[in-house]
């Protein structure tokens, strides 16, 4: 079992309250927009970090992080990416990759917008866990803690952290 804490879009802004949440977390996975390295690092502080690059994100960030990752966490297949739309609004060619490497669960961001959706047709859970940072357009800043058990993805919660400060 693994208890598995997710954010994305944080744009380097570092809030103390995400080593709370994720304390009794086993990874932690940041879905894009990363905005500066050093957020990767303080999260490496609390547990293993898995972690792609954004629209946003340059230099150090590009160089270590790729667009994409595939990987397994317990006996569910994982995607995280940056940008990849949504059930019935998937990016160019992201139904596909899903398809071709029978992905149980797609993690991603971009978008500022909180989504947890099952996808029949793909037979996957999609997870936008909204944006934990500052920057953007979005109201609500947001994080989502999920536990994953063998093949079964449970207890997904919601996190709100505060509304976005708008100066």
Not at 1 to 18: A, E, F, P, V
Not at 19 to 43: N, P, T
Not at 116 to 137: C, F, K, M, S, T
Request: hydrophobic letters at 35%; proline letters at 1%.
């Amino acid at each position: 079992m693994k208890r598995i804490g997710i954010l994305s879009d944080t744009h380097g802004y570092w809030d103390n309250r995400y080593a709370s949440y994720f304390a009794d977390c086993d990874e932690i996975w940041h879905a894009g927009d990363i905005g500066d390295y050093s957020i990767i690092e303080q999260l490496a502080e609390i547990c293993t970090v898995r972690a792609v690059c954004g629209n946003i994100d340059h230099g150090i960030v590009r160089r270590k992080l790729a667009e994409t990752e595939i990987f397994d966490c317990e006996n569910i297949s994982v995607l995280l990416t940056h940008i990849g739309g949504y059930p019935g609004r998937w990016a160019k060619g992201m139904k596909t990759l899903l398809k071709k490497n029978g992905i149980n669960l797609m993690v991603d961001g971009h978008s500022h917008i909180l989504k947890v959706i099952y996808d029949r047709e793909l037979q996957l859970l999609h997870i936008n866990p909204g944006a934990a940072g500052q920057q953007g357009w979005h109201s609500q800043r947001t994080l989502i803690k999920l536990v994953i058990d063998g093949c079964d993805m449970r207890d997904c919660e919601i996190i709100e952290l505060s509304n976005r400060k708008t100066t």
